[in-house]
């Protein structure tokens, strides 16, 4: 899980790091991009290749879809409590993510110059208003405490 999150998480941040800030990608940023790009794909098309849609759910699909709020602590875990005796009447978790899409963007651009409060943000950003939100995931926030607080 989250090994092959972090690149896309983290991804922005990194690159307008490795650019000092600047919003505009030089030749050697592409060139990481695309490497990085081509690594991730490959090992994307491996994985799909040797195990098919059941890696692609299991990848990506299932978090989509997941519900439970037995065991979350999420700011969601009500109306999904709600949800499993009503029904869903909308589809949170795709509106969520796009939503955390669109706020890590945000913080990947606010907080370029300084990657380590750039990364925790990202992290809290993703972890607090996931859908399901689990004890496991506070060691994603955890890890960055010794960096912020040194």
Do not use: C
Request: charged residues 15%; without cysteine.
């Amino acid at each position: 899980m989250h090994l092959r999150l972090y690149p896309i998480l983290y991804g922005l941040s990194i690159v307008l790091y490795i650019q000092k800030g600047r919003l505009m990608p030089n030749s050697s940023t592409l060139k990481f991009f695309l490497v990085s790009a081509s690594v991730f794909t490959g090992l994307f098309v491996l994985g799909y290749s040797l195990y098919g849609y059941k890696f692609v759910h299991e990848w990506a699909l299932y978090h989509l879809t997941r519900k439970d709020p037995r065991h979350s602590v999420s700011v969601f875990w009500l109306k999904q409590l709600y949800d499993m005796v009503d029904g869903d009447k909308m589809h949170l978790n795709l509106i969520t993510l796009i939503f955390r899409l669109g706020f890590i963007i945000w913080v990947s651009l606010k907080f370029r110059k300084n990657i380590v409060i750039a990364m925790f943000m990202t992290t809290m950003v993703f972890t607090i208003f996931n859908t399901v939100y689990t004890a496991q995931y506070t060691i994603w926030e955890i890890q960055f405490f010794p960096l912020i607080f040194k």
